[in-house]
């Protein structure tokens, strides 16, 4: 069998693989939350709280959308003309167009391009939220935090950059095999060690003070039998108001974090309602299995790339010989870019049942329904979220169940099992 033909055979696997890792691992059945009680709950809340959200996400909407459409025109601009290709020789030029040079350089300058042209979107996003009260921090802290996070992406880039065009030329009818087992690799990595290398980039963390919350979140833990070794507080209010919490890592560096401002606005129920939550995520082991569907699509991406790369009508639109010519880069990242899109609905439908699973966990586990819808009030509050989204943005991006929802599930969790 050809290179093309195994290709064709490994892309059927990996889909398949993927497909039954979702099958059998997503919470399919997700607990009911019936739009009598959430209609009832949005009538519940003072109705210049739902007005305030309303304005604030419209007022972020233009932007976000914007940045979007731009951030894909770009890309295929710079990808499907020969744009991109001359943005990469021109970035090689000064070292002989070396194709170290073109692949590392031509790559990275390819990705700032893309990256600059939303920057102005993201410093008006940053108005919006600073005259909202969301934003706490100042422009030159702002400005470190990207400079901080260029440089992470700087970093990760390039030793992709150049595994991936050295793989390339070393094995050139097979680089998909090894470009596919490396693009899996390197998301199981990144994922592992996110919260020990890049988090702390961002944030401080200590762990959660001595005390009673402290003694009543590790009983919780103990009693759902899930080991954890410390809940750590991030240090967020350095820039947000906003409340989160959330679990990162898996295996040794999996950490149950709570963001400090959630501690100081909520009640310690509150926040133990949260935690209960944030337990489920790991005894499900969503962040290992989010890894492994992750590294799956990742490696069927680059086989996929292979395969579609060497059509020639889509070569000579780049502009380019060869998929494998450093030149090329800005095709693959087109594509890529192309497939972020249509994926995005699709990861966000499957978070939202992962979360609702883990919101019915919180309300088993604490079994006080009226805490948790406190919590959800609060956590509406304080980020001005819409209670109740529009259903198109909702079904694009929405990685949790709107707040609505969420209250809605906890009435019926209530009805359902009353104390
Ligand atoms: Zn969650």
Redesign the pocket.
Known sequence: MSPRGWAALTLAVLVVAGLVTLVLLVPWHRPPAPRADQLAALRDLPPEQVARAREFRGALRPGSWSALLLGLLVALLLGLTPLGARLVELAGRPFGGHWIAQALLGGLAVVLVAELVTLPFAVWRRTVLTRYGLRTDTWSDWTLDLVKSYALSAIVGAVALLGFYTVLRLAPRWWWAFGAAGAAGLVVLLSFVLPVLVEPVFNRFTPLADGPLRTEVMELAARDGVPVRDVLVADASRRTRAVNA?VSGFGPTRRVVVYDTLLHEATPAEVTSVVA??L??AKHHDVLVGTVTGALGAAAAVVGLYLVGSWPPLLRLAGVESIREPTAFPLLLALVTLVGLVATPAQAAVSRL??AR?DAHALALTGDPATFEAMQRRLATANLADPDPPRWEYLYSAT?PSMVERVAAARAHARKAPR
Do not use: N
């Open positions: 959330y939550h944030e489920s995520h992962v979360e883990a949790h």
